[in-house]
């Protein structure tokens, strides 16, 4: 059996009593920390918290070769922890295709998502939202323009854009960096974006939002991750509202 187990948004305090109750009576308990991470806990927390050793994948194991995850599920109770709710990322509904390809049995806990948690905190009426994205760290060489094809399709249709930012093993991106990425990539494709709202640490006690224009949000410092990014289509009057009342707009 295999228990995806959606852990939340900031720290192990976050989990539902169902997804804990499913951890604690588990054979072995595995976690990606690549696609999403609870910033406001460490490992050693949450095994204390849950009572439990917690085995950490790396991305490898989850996409490529999950042969270890799979093995111990044919045989035993197995959870599996991600950050946020756990279909949110494509990863894993194809680690769900391969164990019941096995005949391994699945379940799902969900747990609360920054894709919902971002239209609370921002006033962003969620049916407003087009396609989402990805912004990661450029490397040498290598610049994806995806990230701001994917911000101009929407805002021609008038849907708002959520951007998830790069998390690294060493890094994660700021909303100030996102923004300088996407004023470059705007400007190579010619158009201009004329807002942006930024969000930090959803989910914890002191989360922080902001809006604002490319100037203004190239510059600002949003406080420890995780960073989300909003491109806003135009907006609602209650929307201009809530930003101005809760993001400083």
Known sequence: MLTFVGLGLF?????????????????????????????????????????????VLAREEVEQDP?????RAADCEVAFLTGGDPMVSTTHMDLRLRAYQRGIRTAIVHGSSISSAVCGLTG???????????????????F???????????LSLDLHTLVYLDIQKDRYMTVAQAVELMEELA???????????GVARAGSDCPAVAAGNGEK????????????????????????EYLEAFAGL
């Open 187 to 197: 400007g190579i494709k010619g158009f201009s974006i004329p807002l942006y709202v």
């Open 144 to 154: 994806p323009h995806t990230p701001v094809e994917v911000v101009a399709q929407n």
């Open 217 to 240: 949000m190239r510059s600002i410092d949003l406080g420890p991750p995780l960073h989300i990014l909003v491109v806003p289509a135009r907006l609602h009057v209650v929307e201009q």
């Open 124 to 142: 962003l009426q969620n049916y407003r939202f087009g396609k989402s994205c990805s912004l990661p760290f450029p490397a040498k060489n290598w």
């Open 11 to 55: 720290d192990h305090r976050d989990i539902s009593v169902k997804g804990l109750e499913c951890i604690r009576r588990a054979d072995a308990v595995f976690i990606e920390r690549y696609t999403s991470m609870l910033a406001g806990t460490s490992l050693a927390e949450m095994e204390g918290f849950y009572g439990k050793r917690v085995v």
């Open 67 to 71: 042969e270890r995850l799979l093995a």
